[in-house]
């Protein structure tokens, strides 16, 4: 039997990505970026802030950390409720305690529900990252282009009640449709945090641009879905720097989530990487601002 001669032809096969979302940029091929005040890597702390409803959607599919049990499920609930009522506060403290500011990744009716958590967030000078609206609003290419438009512009809408217009987007799970980098585009937003495929920002072909923020460090993950130790995580957060800050020209998004990591019994490993981290003399902290006004200065 042999093959159609048509089976292996593909109009798309060439040198780099068979699509046109962003350019083929290999590692070798660019130059290296130098970062303000000598750094040589960015640390830019997101911590995330959820809304889990009682009853989760299953369409397209559950996010990460949803509800688990037959409901009311009120365990997983109230676990993921403490990370807004406490554990927050202790990840806000220890940026305040060293003076450093990122970005908070929130659910726009976290927001809504809890104007004091908003107002703590405003008074730390960090810079706010839209959401979705709840942890229901997982997008996919299963969506039509109305419901996943009206995901990302009544999110925009509910933020801009609030006196806030967030240049920045995280996608529940990190999960975008075929469409997304365009719905965004033309919803205002200047950059998303969902495509962990580099170690520096980088741009769409729309002009979108992309923050790396790396899933496989999240506490999340290594904590909550691995786990390991906070201090285990802590450590790897720390080599990752240091590999990073070898190379130069490198970036970190570090990930934290108030119900994993905001923990009593894991705050003090948080609070050591950061004073770990802040003892180099090659490492800048920097909110997603900051970062890419100084990155487009440098961007070959």
């Given at each position: 039997m042999?093959l159609?001669?048509?089976?292996?032809a593909?109009p798309?096969?060439?040198?780099?990505?068979d699509h046109?979302?962003?350019?083929?940029?290999?590692?070798?091929?660019?130059?290296p970026l130098?970062?303000?005040?000598?750094?040589?890597?960015?640390?830019?702390?997101?911590?995330?802030?959820?809304?889990?409803?009682?009853?989760?959607?299953?369409?397209?599919?559950?996010?990460?950390g949803h509800?688990?049990?037959?409901f009311?499920?009120y365990?997983?609930?109230?676990?993921?409720?403490?990370?807004?009522r406490?554990?927050?506060?202790?990840?806000?403290?220890a940026?305040?305690a060293?003076g450093?500011?990122?970005?908070?990744?929130?659910?726009v009716?976290?927001?809504?529900?809890?104007p004091?958590?908003?107002?703590?967030?405003?008074?730390?000078?960090?810079e706010i990252?839209?959401?979705?609206?709840?942890?229901?609003?997982?997008?996919?290419?299963?969506?039509?282009?109305?419901?996943?438009?009206?995901?990302?512009?009544?999110?925009?809408?509910?933020?801009?009640?609030?006196?806030?217009a967030?240049?920045?987007?995280?996608?529940?799970?990190?999960s975008?449709?075929?469409?997304?980098?365009q719905?965004?585009?033309?919803?205002?937003?200047?950059?998303?945090?969902?495509w962990?495929?580099?170690?520096?920002?980088?741009?769409?072909a729309?002009?979108?641009i992309?923050?790396?923020?790396?899933?496989?460090?999240a506490?999340?993950?290594?904590?909550?879905?691995?786990?390991?130790?906070?201090?285990?995580?802590?450590?790897q957060?720390?080599?990752?720097?240091?590999?990073?800050a070898?190379?130069?020209?490198?970036?970190?998004?570090?990930?934290?989530?108030?119900?994993?990591?905001?923990?009593?019994?894991?705050?003090?490993?948080?609070?050591?990487?950061?004073?770990?981290l802040?003892?180099?003399?090659?490492?800048?902290?920097?909110?997603?601002?900051?970062?890419?006004?100084?990155?487009?200065?440098?961007?070959?």
């Amino acid at each position: 039997m042999t093959l159609d001669p048509a089976y292996l032809a593909y109009p798309r096969r060439r040198y780099g990505y068979d699509h046109d979302l962003y350019s083929w940029q290999p590692w070798p091929h660019r130059p290296p970026l130098a970062w303000p005040h000598g750094a040589r890597v960015v640390v830019l702390p997101v911590v995330v802030s959820e809304f889990f409803p009682l009853t989760p959607s299953d369409r397209p599919f559950r996010a990460p950390g949803h509800m688990a049990t037959p409901f009311p499920d009120y365990r997983h609930y109230t676990a993921r409720d403490y990370g807004n009522r406490i554990g927050i506060f202790r990840l806000l403290d220890a940026l305040e305690a060293r003076g450093l500011k990122g970005a908070v990744a929130m659910n726009v009716a976290v927001a809504e529900r809890y104007p004091a958590l908003l107002e703590a967030v405003r008074a730390g000078g960090h810079e706010i990252v839209a959401h979705g609206r709840t942890m229901n609003d997982v997008i996919d290419s299963s969506l039509s282009e109305a419901e996943e438009r009206s995901i990302v512009t009544d999110t925009r809408a509910r933020w801009a009640a609030l006196g806030e217009a967030p240049s920045g987007w995280l996608s529940i799970a990190r999960s975008q449709s075929w469409r997304t980098p365009q719905i965004l585009k033309d919803a205002g937003f200047t950059f998303t945090l969902d495509w962990p495929n580099d170690d520096r920002p980088w741009r769409f072909a729309n002009g979108l641009i992309n923050v790396p923020l790396h899933h496989e460090l999240a506490d999340r993950q290594v904590i909550g879905q691995l786990g390991a130790l906070a201090a285990d995580w802590a450590r790897q957060v720390a080599e990752a720097v240091a590999v990073l800050a070898g190379e130069g020209g490198r970036m970190l998004g570090l990930e934290l989530v108030p119900y994993v990591s905001g923990l009593p019994y894991r705050i003090a490993a948080v609070e050591r990487l950061l004073d770990t981290l802040l003892a180099r003399n090659d490492v800048w902290f920097a909110t997603p601002s900051a970062l890419l006004a100084a990155w487009a200065e440098r961007e070959p």
